[in-house]
């Protein structure tokens, strides 16, 4: 069954940190390439970091530096370590395969809330 679990959100000041989890079934996970995707108020969902399965990541420009996404293939679970947070990170936090479809098993996501 498939099932996906993010977690860690919360409201936090600018310039602070936050851990996102994300706990996936192994039919979602094993030997998928996973993302963390976010959205904003008013915005269409976006891809924030990509992990392959072998752990290759990559990040939009505007988290470059500031997130990291990593896997640990023994617990099915996804992470992603956000420091110096932005206001303009506020949004949704959801954990998925990569790239997504109309097929693509969705969470309940995470929130995130930074405030200036």
């Known amino acids: 069954q498939a099932q996906l679990v993010e977690s860690g959100g919360g409201l936090v000041q600018a310039g602070g940190s936050l851990r996102l989890s994300c706990a996936a079934s192994?039919?979602?996970?094993?030997?998928?390439?996973m993302a963390w995707y976010r959205q904003a108020p008013g915005k269409q969902r976006e891809v924030v970091a990509t992990?392959?399965?072998?752990?290759?990541?990559n990040y939009v420009d505007s988290v470059k530096g500031r997130f990291t996404i990593s896997r640990d293939n023994a617990k099915n679970t996804v992470y992603l370590q956000m420091n110096t947070l932005k206001p303009e990170d506020t949004g949704v936090y959801y954990c998925?395969?990569?790239?997504?479809?109309?097929?693509?098993?969705w969470g309940q996501g995470t929130q995130v809330t930074v405030s200036s």
């Open positions: 998925t395969t990569f790239p997504s479809g109309p097929r693509t098993y």
């Open positions: 192994r039919s979602i996970f094993s030997r998928n390439a």
């Open positions: 992990i392959t399965s072998n752990a290759v990541t």
